[in-house]
C-alpha cells in the first residue's frame, strides 16, 4: 500500500493499518452483502433517507457484487433484511414518538415533508407502505406515518416484508446482472465500455440534479434555508465535502488496496486508446489553460470588464496555488510511470484540476442569461472534459483514482465560487462576445493539441 512520505499524523494516532483494512474489508466479499443491508437500512429512515443516495449506491454495490459473482441469495437476503429494518425502524418511532419529532424545529421549517407523506398514506392507506417503498421523496416518510396513525403492527410487518421481498430483486438485480455480464465481455472492451456507461450514467444524473434546482421543482423547495443562490450553495458544499473527505482518506490511510485494483484495472485498457488519452490529458497543460485565460481576460477588459477577467484569472492562479500546496504537505508518491515522468507528487492532480476549473468557470461564464433549459445542456457538456482529464491521467498512470478526482473536485469549487461571484456582479455578455470567447478557446485548443501532441506522445513514452 502506497503511504504519504511525509508523516502528518502524530505517533500515537489512528491506527492507520486498521482503518485501511476496514476499508479494504467493505470491497470484500464478505463485507459488500453487509454494506449493500447497510445502504437499504439508511434509505428507509426517517430524515436519514432525504440524505442518502440510496438507488445510485445500491446500484454501485450490485453492480461491483456482480463482477465479484457473489452469492446472490446472500446480496439478496441482506438488502431484504435492510430494507424490512428500515421501515420498521421509522414505523416505531412513528407510533412511540411521533409528537416530539413532528415538533422538532426542522419538521416546522419544513412542513411539506409529513403533508405529502399524510396524503400519500391517506391517497393509498395501507397499500402506501407498499407503493412508498418505490416513490424517493415519500419513502422516507411513510413508515413514520404509518405508525403515527396508528396502523396496526402486524398488517405494517405483512406489509413491510411483501415490499421488501418486492424491492430488493428490483433493485439488486439490474445492477448485479451487469457487473457479471461485464466480466464475461471481451477484456479488449470490458473497460472502455464500462466507463463509457459510467459517464452517460454521470452526465444523466447531473443533467436531473439542475433540472431539479430550478425554482418550484422539490429540491429547490427544500433548499429554502439556504440563501440565494440555493443551488450553487448545495453544490458548493457538497464538493467541499468530497474533497474534505478524500483528503482525510489519504492522510489517514494512503492509497488503499482496492484503489489500487482499481488503478490496476484501468492500465489493461486496449493500446490503442492511449493516444486518445494523451489528447485528452492535453486539455490540463497548464501552458494552454495559462494562455487560454490570458486570450480570455484581454477580451474581457477590451470590452471594458477588466474587473470581472481580473476575478476569473485571479481564481485560477489560487485555484494552481491551492493545488501545489497540497501536494507538498500530502507529498504523496505517484503511480510507476508518473514517478519516472515527473519530479512532484500525485495529490491531488494539477491537470484535473486546471482542466475542471478553466471549462467549468468558462461555461459559467457562457450561459449567464440563457434560458434553463440551454444552461443545462452547456453545462451538461461540460462534463466531458471535467471527467475525461481527470479519467485520462488514471489510464496513463500518472494519478491513482483519488488524485484525480480530488482535483476535478478542486476545479469544481473554484467554478462554484465563480459563479457565486457573478451572482453578486452581474456580467453583460452579448451573443457576439459569446462567439468571439467560445471560438477564440476552440481554435487555441486545436492548434495547441496539433503543434504539441506529437511531443506529448513522444514524452508519455507511446511512440518512439
Avoid at 28 to 53: D, K, R, T
Avoid at 187 to 202: D, H, M, V
Wanted: aromatic residues 12%; contains cysteine.
Amino acid at each position: 500500500m502506497v503511504r504519504c512520505q511525509r508523516s502528518i499524523l502524530p505517533a500515537n494516532g489512528l491506527d492507520i493499518e486498521m482503518i485501511a483494512a476496514l476499508i479494504d474489508w467493505f470491497y470484500s466479499p464478505q463485507g459488500l452483502p453487509l454494506l449493500i443491508g447497510l445502504v437499504a437500512l439508511l434509505e428507509s429512515l426517517l430524515l436519514v433517507g432525504l440524505l442518502v443516495p440510496g438507488v445510485a449506491l445500491i446500484a454501485s454495490l450490485s453492480w461491483l457484487a456482480g463482477q465479484q459473482q457473489l452469492a446472490l441469495p446472500v446480496l439478496l437476503g441482506w438488502g431484504f433484511v435492510g430494507a424490512v429494518l428500515g421501515d420498521g425502524i421509522s414505523y416505531w418511532l412513528g407510533r412511540h414518538w411521533a409528537g416530539s419529532i413532528a415538533s422538532l424545529a426542522l419538521f416546522r421549517r419544513h412542513p411539506r415533508w409529513l403533508a405529502d407523506g399524510h396524503r400519500f398514506f391517506a391517497r393509498y392507506g395501507g397499500l402506501s407502505v407498499l407503493v412508498g417503498r418505490f416513490v424517493g421523496p415519500v419513502r422516507p416518510f411513510i413508515p413514520f406515518i404509518a405508525g403515527s396513525m396508528a396502523m396496526p403492527p402486524l398488517r405494517f410487518m405483512l406489509v413491510n416484508i411483501l415490499s421488501a421481498l418486492l424491492w430488493a430483486p428490483a433493485y439488486l438485480l439490474p445492477g448485479y446482472w451487469l457487473g457479471e455480464q461485464s466480466q464475461q465481455l471481451q477484456p479488449y472492451w470490458n473497460g472502455p465500455l464500462q466507463l463509457l456507461g459510467a459517464l452517460l450514467l454521470l452526465m444523466l444524473l447531473w443533467h436531473s440534479l439542475h433540472l431539479q434546482l430550478q425554482p418550484q421543482r422539490w429540491l429547490a423547495r427544500q433548499l429554502g434555508w439556504l440563501p440565494e443562490p440555493r443551488g450553487s450553495w448545495l453544490l458548493l458544499a457538497t464538493a467541499l465535502t468530497l474533497l474534505t473527505l478524500l483528503c482525510l482518506i489519504r492522510l489517514l490511510v494512503g492509497v488503499p488496496d482496492s484503489e489500487q485494483l482499481w488503478h490496476q484495472q484501468l492500465q489493461q485498457w486496449p493500446h490503442w486508446l492511449k493516444p486518445a488519452a494523451v489528447a485528452i490529458t492535453q486539455l490540463g497543460d497548464k501552458v494552454l489553460l495559462l494562455g487560454l485565460s490570458f486570450g480570455l481576460v484581454a477580451l474581457l477588459a477590451w470590452r471594458g470588464l477588466w474587473r470581472h477577467g481580473l476575478v476569473f484569472i485571479s481564481l485560477l492562479f489560487a485555484l494552481v496555488a491551492f493545488n501545489s500546496g497540497l501536494k507538498w504537505l500530502y507529498a504523496l508518491p505517484r503511480p510507476p510511470l508518473g514517478t519516472s515522468l515527473y519530479d512532484s507528487w500525485s495529490f491531488p492532480s494539477g491537470h484535473a484540476s486546471a482542466a475542471a476549473g478553466f471549462f467549468a468557470m468558462l461555461a459559467v461564464l457562457l450561459v449567464r442569461g440563457w434560458p434553463d433549459r440551454l444552461r443545462r445542456r452547456l453545462y451538461t457538456l461540460t462534463l466531458l472534459p471535467v471527467t475525461l482529464v481527470p479519467l485520462s491521467r488514471v489510464l496513463l498512470d500518472l494519478h491513482w483514482p483519488l488524485d484525480a478526482l480530488a482535483g476535478a473536485l478542486e476545479g469544481i469549487v473554484a467554478a462554484l465560487c465563480w459563479r457565486l461571484w457573478l451572482d453578486h456582479r452581474p456580467l453583460p455578455l452579448d451573443s457576439r462576445l459569446r462567439r468571439q470567447i467560445g471560438c477564440g478557446v476552440a481554435v487555441g485548443t486545436g492548434l495547441y493539441l496539433l503543434a504539441c501532441t506529437s511531443g506529448a506522445l513522444q514524452f508519455y513514452q507511446l511512440s518512439g
